[in-house]
């Protein structure tokens, strides 16, 4: 709800002054809308996103291949002088994506909702400034003086929240299409420092692990009427968090100690199949990034 109304309301602050009130209006509803219906985020305590990865017809494509050719595009996307380039990387990644048959579009949605209300909260900081006489493309009087969007403020607002909204759509193209061991394999064959790849797995584990501790608490907590009523939640949620604490700390030494029974040395090694790079998949993203160089190339001619 809270990201469904964020997003009207950016849009429309995004559009004001550059089209009629009712239709910023009438986009804004729209926006919100979409996020509303299809942008219900939820929490789960399985590897769901390595499960959609798995599903992905890409799933098949050079890890390695995918990797550069994301990292490629979102620095093209952070990179462009006009938002048109990264905003149409967007909606063609996310169409790739969706196509992939991993992931629905309502999913992809929920997912893309957590991100999207760290984007729009962005968006209003640079949108909105508080000054002392009214001026801009609308204004609000409070207390002695005005909040206010300037034409520039919309501009800049624009190209920020497009190249974010294109770098997130490169980042989740990759994840919902390569499994965390695969692009932590393709870390180290790029000599990142090994301590940093073994505490990806172990971080990227323990979050789910945690994550399925604590809705078992919730649930048991909930059945027993441990929420009804805002001081009996408010103890609740204390005693719950405090329990999941202690729970970490003895289930990380179960595992430690499972690892070392079988022979750890400090180093977390994943069973690889290798999959070559294929003319599909290079032809895809080598045209993606000629389209973004190309239309870079524009922007900066000033034809675009």
């Known amino acids: 709800m809270i990201t469904a109304v964020l997003a009207a309301f950016v849009i429309f602050s995004l559009c004001v002054g550059a089209m009629p009130v009712e239709a910023a209006g009438a986009l804004g509803l729209l926006a919100g809308g979409l996020l509303l219906a299809f942008g219900r985020h939820s929490h789960s305590g399985m590897l769901v996103i390595d499960i959609y990865a798995r599903r992905s017809r890409y799933f098949e494509w050079s890890p390695a291949l995918k990797t550069a050719?994301?990292?490629?595009?979102?620095?093209?996307?952070?990179?462009?002088?006009?938002?048109?380039?990264?905003?149409?990387?967007?909606?063609?990644?996310?169409?790739?994506?969706?196509?992939?048959?991993?992931?629905?579009?309502?999913?992809?949605?929920a997912l893309f909702s957590l991100p999207a209300a760290f984007l729009l909260l962005s968006g209003l900081a640079l949108l909105w400034d508080y000054v002392p006489v009214k001026e801009g493309v609308a204004a609000f009087p409070l207390w002695n003086g005005w909040l206010v969007i300037t034409?520039?403020?919309?501009?800049?607002?624009?190209?920020?929240?497009?190249?974010?909204?294109?770098?997130?759509?490169?980042?989740?193209?990759?994840?919902?299409?390569?499994?965390?061991?695969?692009?932590?394999?393709?870390?180290?064959?790029?000599?990142?420092?090994?301590?940093?790849?073994?505490?990806?797995?172990?971080?990227?584990?323990?979050?789910?692990?945690?994550?399925?501790?604590?809705?078992?608490?919730?649930?048991?907590?909930?059945?027993?009427?441990?929420?009804?009523?805002?001081?009996?939640?408010?103890?609740?949620?204390?005693?719950?968090?405090?329990?999941?604490?202690?729970?970490?700390?003895?289930?990380?030494?179960?595992?430690?100690?499972?690892?070392?029974?079988?022979?750890?040395n400090g180093e977390i090694r994943f069973l690889q199949r290798e999959k070559p790079v294929t003319v599909p998949a290079a032809a895809l993203f080598g045209g993606l990034a000629a389209g973004a160089v190309l239309g870079i190339f524009l922007a900066v001619r000033g034809g675009l």
């Open 151 to 264: 034409a520039e403020a919309q501009v800049r607002a624009r190209l920020v929240m497009a190249r974010a909204l294109g770098a997130v759509s490169c980042l989740y193209f990759l994840s919902l299409s390569t499994t965390m061991p695969e692009i932590l394999s393709v870390l180290r064959r790029a000599h990142v420092p090994q301590v940093m790849t073994e505490l990806a797995v172990l971080i990227y584990r323990y979050l789910f692990l945690l994550f399925a501790a604590y809705h078992s608490m919730r649930d048991a907590a909930a059945s027993r009427l441990g929420y009804s009523g805002f001081a009996r939640s408010v103890r609740t949620t204390g005693a719950v968090y405090g329990n999941l604490l202690g729970t970490s700390f003895r289930q990380a030494g179960a595992c430690f100690d499972a690892m070392e029974s079988r022979c750890y």
């Open 69 to 109: 050719g994301c990292v490629l595009l979102l620095v093209l996307c952070v990179v462009s002088p006009s938002p048109w380039v990264p905003l149409a990387l967007a909606l063609i990644l996310t169409v790739l994506t969706v196509a992939g048959r991993g992931v629905t579009l309502s999913h992809y949605l």
